[in-house]
T-cell receptor
Framework: DAKTTQPPSMDCAEGRAANLPCNHS???????VYWYRQIHSQGPQYIIH???NNETNEMASLIITEDRKSSTLILPHATLRDTAVYYC????????????FGDGTTLTVKP | DTGVSQDPRHKITKRGQNVTFRCDPI?????LYWYRQTLGQGPEFLTY????????KSRLLSDRFSAERPKGSFSTLEIQRTEQGDSAMYLC????????????FGPGTRLTVT
């Protein structure tokens, strides 16, 4: 699985969009990008995933660059409850077993 | 609640004792994963099952660790002769083996070895 690089921490004002970047410059053609988040003292929670097209669901949007070397998770209207550690993961294919988590980005949403 | 459940939520044990944790996955999920997480780090993969077959084990899973999923439903993770370095959060997750493969995590079991 390709290695990912994320900033260790970010702040965002409540009600504003939070844009979390992830670099995955060694991603290969059949690797998907997954995002999870972990709120303090809870297990990680799946957010969204994509291959090459931008994706949107009720929680967030995922923007993947055309060369697929980086992506951005967008929380359109951040709330205090979005304060968490956000993990960007690249997996060989959707048939792969394990997920390899890095240290993630700690997002702090401030009032 | 039909999510992933883990038992116990907290376990304090003395060094050298054996401990066993249980995970009950989402009922229709045929894949089950174990991860370990220490403070300030992301979860580290330990092992996973598809149905009752253990398909992959991490090098982190020393011979003191054993995991089972005898009937392809719940799973147990046993740690023998615990060491202080085993203190961590042990997370269980489950998923389908088809479709988008997103993993659903349980709340974890926090182990403290004194």
């Amino acid at each position: 699985d390709a290695k990912t690089t994320q900033p260790p921490s970010m702040d965002c004002a409540e009600g504003r969009a939070a844009n979390l970047p992830c670099n995955h410059s060694t991603i290969s053609g059949n690797e998907y990008v997954y995002w999870y988040r972990q709120i303090h003292s809870q297990g990680p929670q799946y957010i969204i995933h994509g291959l090459k097209n931008n994706e949107t669901n009720e929680m967030a949007s995922l923007i993947i660059t055309e060369d697929r070397k980086s992506s951005t998770l967008i929380l359109p209207h951040a709330t205090l409850r979005d304060t968490a550690v956000y993990y960007c993961i690249v997996k060989m294919s959707t048939n792969a077993g394990k997920s390899t988590f890095g240290d993630g980005t700690t997002l702090t949403v401030k009032p | 609640d039909t999510g992933v459940s883990q038992d116990p939520r907290h376990k304090i044990t003395k060094r050298g004792q054996n401990v066993t944790f249980r995970c009950d996955p989402i009922s229709e999920h045929n894949r089950l994963y174990w991860y370990r997480q220490t403070l300030g780090q992301g979860p580290e993969f330990l092992t996973y099952f598809q149905n009752e077959a253990q398909l992959e084990k991490s090098r982190l899973l020393s011979d003191r660790f054993s995991a089972e999923r005898p009937k392809g439903s719940f799973s147990t993770l046993e740690i023998q002769r615990t060491e202080q370095g085993d203190s961590a959060m042990y997370l269980c997750a489950s998923s389908l083996s088809s479709g988008s493969h997103e993993q659903y995590f349980g709340p974890g079991t926090r182990l403290t070895v004194t």
